[in-house]
C-alpha cells in the first residue's frame, strides 16, 4: 500500500465508523422514541446514515482492505476508528431490559454531530481524493434533512419545563466533554491534512465552535471551556466497553455462520 | 462485440440495438416500494452499454441506504438474462451502484411525476429552492393548503403531509438537489 493509500484508509475508517456506530446507537431507540412519528422519522435517519457508513466502507472495499461485510463486521474493537461520544449507551439499560435511555442526551448528541457531519462534507466536497468528493455530495443531500430534524427538537426542548432545560444543559455537559474526539483526526492528522483529503482540525474545529455558539446563543445559552476528550481518542483505537458490547450484538448473526451470510 | 442475431451491416447498430434493447427492458424494472413507477421513469439508469461481450449496467441509488437497491439489481440482472443473453449466451451482465453523478430528483421523467401523483404521492419540484422551501400541493385536489406531518415518510425517499382542502393523508417525495456551495445553515 502507498503511503498515500494508508492516510486515505485511515481517514475513511474514521468517517465509516463514526456513521455505522451512530447509527447503530439511533437504532436501538425504534419504537422506544417520544412519539410514533418520531420513531419513523429516526428510523429513517439511522438507514440513511447506515446507507452513509456502507458507502465509506465500499470505498475501503475498492482501496483493497477486504470485502465489505468483512470490514464492517469482522474487525476487533482496537481497530475501529470512530470517536468514543457516538459509541457511548442512549443510558442506563438495554434494548431489551428495562432501557432508561436518555433522549435529551439523544437530541444533543445527535445535533452537535449532525452540524459536525455537515462541516465535515463540506470540506470532503473539496478532497483531494476523487471518490471522497462524490461520496461527500450525495451523503450532504440527505444529511440535510437530519440536521433540519434534530434542531428542531434542540429549539424545542430547551425552551420547554425547566426540566427538559436541565436535562438538555446537563446533556450538553456530557457531550462538551467528549467533543474533542469527533474533531480529531488521529495520529495521522497532520498527513491527512497535508493530503488535502480534508481540512486541518483546527479549521473544522473553528467552524464548528462557530456554529454552535450561534446554535446556543438562539437559546440564550452558553458554555465555558473547550471541548474534551475526556474518555479518550477512538481515532487512535481507544475505546470503552460500550463498543466493545455494541460490536457484540451487531455482529451476531455474521460470526455466528460466516459460511451462511452470502447476501 | 456483441453479434446479435440477424444482426446486419456492422457492429455500431448492433450494439446501439442491444443497449436499447436493454433500456427498453428496464421499463420493467419497478421499485419494489412504488411498483407503479419503473427505475427508468426514477432517473435512476446512468449508463447501458455493451461491449466485449459485456453488458455493462450503472444505476444511481435513489438514497444511499435504501433496502430496496439489492433487490432492483437482482431485478435487472434476472430481467436482462432471460431476454437478451438468451439471444447469445456469451454476454455476461453486471451491474453496478455508483454516486457520480448523484441521483436528484430532477431525474424523474415527466411520465414517471405523472405516476407518482396518480399514487398520491406529490411529486418533487423539478427545481429547488434557494432558500430550500418546498411548494408541495395535494395530489388529488391540488390545494397548497397542505402540512407536513413528517418530513420522514414509509421510505427514505418520501414525507406524510396531509390537506386541510380535501381531508386527505398523502405523501410527497422529499426534494433531492446538489448542494454545490458552502451552505451558511439558517432555519
New interface residues.
Partial sequence: MTKENKYICELLYQLADDNFIHSYRGSEWLGLAPHIEEDVAFSSINQDTMGHAAMYYQLLEQLGEGEINDISHNRSTDDFRNAILLEQVNGPGNYLEEPEYDWAFTVVRHLLFAIFKSIRLESLKQSSYEPLRHAAVKIHSEQYYHLMHWKTWFYQLMSSTEEAREKMEAAIDHVWGEFEGVISLGKYSDEISHLKLIATEEELRSEWLKRIDHLFSEVNFSIEGKPGMLSGNGRNGEHTDDLAEALAVLTEVYTSDKEAVAW | MVELKKGSGGHMPEILNAEQKILHLLQSVTDPEMPFISIVELGMVEEVKVKDSRIFVRLLPT?????AL?MIKGDVVQKVKNEIIKLDDSLDIQVEFS??P???TDRISKDGRAKLKRNGITPPPSSHRED?AWEMDCPYCDSAYVTM????????CRS?LYCNECNNPFEAM?P????HE??D?K?
Fill in positions: 438514497f444511499s441506504g435504501c433496502p439489492d454516486f457520480n448523484p441521483w436528484t430550500g406531518d413528517n418530513i420522514f415518510g414509509p421510505t427514505a406524510i422529499k433531492v438537489a446538489n448542494i458552502k451552505v445553515v432555519w
